[in-house]
C-alpha cells in the first residue's frame, strides 16, 4: 500500500507525517512547496518521495495520487481548497480521508462528491480526525438498539487547547456562518442565535454553560442512525476561558458571524499568518476532552456515552495514519461519502486509540439527560 499526504508541511501535516514514519507505513508528501516539501522528507519523513501539486492545477492533482490507495488530506481551510483534492481522489479511485472540521465543506463532499465516490468504488471520509471521530463514533455506539430516535445530543468540553493557524483559518469559515441543523428528519439553515444552555457532565467536569456547536456530526449522524434530530452543543468556556464571558457567547455569535462576512474576514486571516504555527508539545499534550453523546430514543428509553482523550493534533494525526491503513488493507470495501462511524466500526476504531491516551464508555440513564435554560 502506498499513502499520499497533501498538505505535508503545515503543523499538522508535519504531525501525519511523523506518525507514518512511526507505523512504517509507504508514503508520498505533496504540497505547492518543494523546497518546503524536501526540507520536511529529509528531517522528519525518512526520504520519503515528494510530489508537487496544487488545487488550482487538478490536473497536477490527479498526478499525485498516481499508483498511491488513500489520499490524507491536511490542507486547509478545506471551504476553500478541499473539492479539487476530492475530485481527484475519485477521479484516480483512492480512497480520501482528512482532518477538516468544516460542516458546510462536509456536507458538499456527501451532496457533490459522494455519487461518484460510490461509483467508483472509492470511500470519502472526511473529518477523520479530532473533528469529529469521537463524537460521530460514540453517537453510533450510544444509539444501538434504541433506533429510531427522537434526538441525538452531542456536548463537547475542550480545555487548554492551543490552535494551529490552519485551525484558526477554518475557524474563521466556520464562524461567518453558512451551517445547518438537522431537524424533523432533515437538514436546514442554521439559526443565528441559540439559547444558553448548561448539560452535566460527567465527574469532574460538573455542569457547564454550551453554546451552539456547528459540528460535523450534525451532517454524519443522520446518514447512519435513525434519528429525527441531532443537536451539538460545546462548553462556552472552550472558546471565552472567563466565567463572565462565557456565558454572553450565545450572544456574541451572531455579532461575530456577521462581522466575518465583510472585509474584517480576511484582515483577521492576514493577522493569523503572523502567529506561531501551533502550540509546543506541552501545551498540546496538555490540551483534555470529553465528548458525550446523549440519545433519546422515541420510546423514551436514553443512553449516553463519552469518549475521554487527550492531546487533540496528536489524536488527529493517529486517527488519520490508522484510517489510512483500513481503508489500504485487503477487503475493506466501504464506498461512498461516509461519516467515521460509517466507514469504520466505531467500538473498534476507538479501541485502536486506547494506545493514545483515548477511553470510552456506555452508560444507561434513568431518564432523559436534557439541558436546563438560563
Given at each position: 500500500?502506498?499513502?499520499v499526504l497533501?498538505?505535508?508541511?503545515g503543523y499538522t501535516?508535519?504531525?501525519?507525517?511523523?506518525e507514518?514514519?512511526?507505523?512504517?507505513v509507504?508514503?508520498v508528501?505533496?504540497?505547492?512547496?518543494?523546497?518546503?516539501?524536501?526540507?520536511?522528507s529529509?528531517?522528519?519523513?525518512?526520504?520519503?518521495e515528494i510530489?508537487?501539486?496544487?488545487?488550482d492545477?487538478p490536473?497536477?492533482?490527479?498526478?499525485l495520487?498516481?499508483?498511491?490507495?488513500?489520499?490524507?488530506?491536511?490542507?486547509?481551510?478545506?471551504?476553500?481548497a478541499?473539492?479539487t483534492?476530492?475530485?481527484a481522489?475519485?477521479?484516480t479511485a483512492?480512497?480520501?480521508?482528512?482532518?477538516?472540521g468544516?460542516q458546510p465543506?462536509?456536507?458538499?463532499?456527501?451532496?457533490?462528491?459522494?455519487?461518484a465516490?460510490?461509483?467508483a468504488?472509492?470511500?470519502?471520509?472526511?473529518?477523520m480526525a479530532?473533528?469529529?471521530?469521537?463524537?460521530d463514533c460514540?453517537?453510533?455506539?450510544?444509539?444501538?438498539?434504541?433506533e429510531?430516535?427522537?434526538e441525538l445530543?452531542?456536548?463537547?468540553a475542550?480545555?487548554?487547547?492551543g490552535?494551529t493557524?490552519?485551525?484558526?483559518?477554518?475557524?474563521?469559515?466556520?464562524?461567518?456562518g453558512?451551517?445547518?441543523?438537522y431537524?424533523?428528519g432533515?437538514?436546514?439553515?442554521?439559526?443565528s442565535y441559540?439559547?444558553p444552555?448548561?448539560?452535566e457532565?460527567?465527574?469532574?467536569?460538573?455542569?457547564?454553560?454550551?453554546?451552539?456547536?456547528?459540528?460535523?456530526?450534525?451532517?454524519t449522524v443522520?446518514?447512519?442512525?435513525?434519528?429525527?434530530?441531532?443537536?451539538?452543543?460545546?462548553?462556552?468556556?472552550?472558546?471565552?476561558?472567563s466565567p463572565r464571558l462565557?456565558?454572553?457567547m450565545?450572544y456574541?455569535t451572531?455579532v461575530?458571524s456577521?462581522?466575518l462576512?465583510?472585509p474584517l474576514?480576511g484582515?483577521?486571516?492576514?493577522a493569523?499568518?503572523?502567529l506561531?504555527?501551533?502550540p509546543?508539545l506541552e501545551?498540546?499534550?496538555?490540551?483534555a476532552?470529553?465528548?458525550v453523546?446523549?440519545?433519546?430514543a422515541?420510546?423514551?428509553?436514553?443512553?449516553?456515552?463519552?469518549?475521554r482523550?487527550?492531546d487533540?493534533?496528536?489524536?488527529?494525526?493517529?486517527?488519520?495514519?490508522?484510517?489510512a491503513?483500513?481503508?489500504?488493507?485487503?477487503?475493506?470495501?466501504a464506498?461512498g461519502?461516509?461519516?467515521?462511524?460509517?466507514?469504520?466500526?466505531?467500538?473498534a476504531?476507538?479501541?485502536?486509540?486506547?494506545?493514545?491516551?483515548?477511553?470510552?464508555?456506555l452508560e444507561?440513564l434513568g431518564?432523559a439527560?436534557?439541558?436546563?435554560?438560563?
Amino acid at each position: 500500500m502506498t499513502v499520499v499526504l497533501y498538505g505535508a508541511t503545515g503543523y499538522t501535516g508535519q504531525l501525519v507525517t511523523e506518525e507514518l514514519v512511526a507505523r512504517a507505513v509507504p508514503f508520498v508528501l505533496g504540497g505547492r512547496r518543494e523546497q518546503a516539501l524536501r526540507a520536511l522528507s529529509a528531517s522528519r519523513g525518512n526520504g520519503a518521495e515528494i510530489r508537487i501539486a496544487s488545487v488550482d492545477d487538478p490536473a497536477s492533482m490527479r498526478a499525485l495520487m498516481d499508483g498511491c490507495d488513500v489520499v490524507i488530506n491536511c490542507a486547509g481551510p478545506f471551504s476553500l481548497a478541499g473539492e479539487t483534492v476530492v475530485a481527484a481522489a475519485v477521479d484516480t479511485a483512492t480512497h480520501y480521508i482528512d482532518s477538516t472540521g468544516e460542516q458546510p465543506y462536509m456536507q458538499a463532499v456527501f451532496e457533490r462528491h459522494g455519487p461518484a465516490a460510490e461509483r467508483a468504488g472509492v470511500a470519502l471520509v472526511p473529518a477523520m480526525a479530532f473533528d469529529y471521530v469521537p463524537g460521530d463514533c460514540i453517537a453510533r455506539l450510544a444509539a444501538a438498539e434504541l433506533e429510531p430516535l427522537r434526538e441525538l445530543r452531542l456536548y463537547y468540553a475542550v480545555s487548554g487547547f492551543g490552535a494551529t493557524r490552519g485551525t484558526l483559518r477554518s475557524s474563521l469559515e466556520m464562524l461567518k456562518g453558512g451551517d445547518i441543523v438537522y431537524e424533523d428528519g432533515d437538514w436546514a439553515p442554521a439559526p443565528s442565535y441559540v439559547a444558553p444552555e448548561r448539560f452535566e457532565f460527567p465527574a469532574p467536569l460538573g455542569l457547564k454553560s454550551v453554546s451552539k456547536y456547528p459540528s460535523g456530526e450534525i451532517v454524519t449522524v443522520p446518514r447512519h442512525t435513525q434519528t429525527r434530530k441531532v443537536t451539538a452543543r460545546i462548553t462556552s468556556e472552550t472558546f471565552v476561558p472567563s466565567p463572565r464571558l462565557a456565558g454572553a457567547m450565545p450572544y456574541m455569535t451572531p455579532v461575530i458571524s456577521a462581522a466575518l462576512r465583510t472585509p474584517l474576514r480576511g484582515v483577521l486571516h492576514r493577522a493569523i499568518n503572523r502567529l506561531p504555527e501551533g502550540p509546543e508539545l506541552e501545551q498540546r499534550r496538555s490540551a483534555a476532552f470529553t465528548v458525550v453523546a446523549v440519545a433519546h430514543a422515541g420510546d423514551g428509553r436514553t443512553r449516553q456515552g463519552v469518549v475521554r482523550g487527550s492531546d487533540v493534533y496528536g489524536f488527529t494525526s493517529v486517527s488519520l495514519v490508522r484510517a489510512a491503513e483500513l481503508m489500504s488493507a485487503p477487503g475493506y470495501s466501504a464506498k461512498g461519502a461516509l461519516g467515521p462511524a460509517a466507514a469504520f466500526d466505531p467500538a473498534a476504531f476507538l479501541d485502536l486509540l486506547a494506545g493514545h491516551g483515548v477511553s470510552w464508555e456506555l452508560e444507561s440513564l434513568g431518564a432523559a439527560a436534557s439541558p436546563a435554560a438560563f
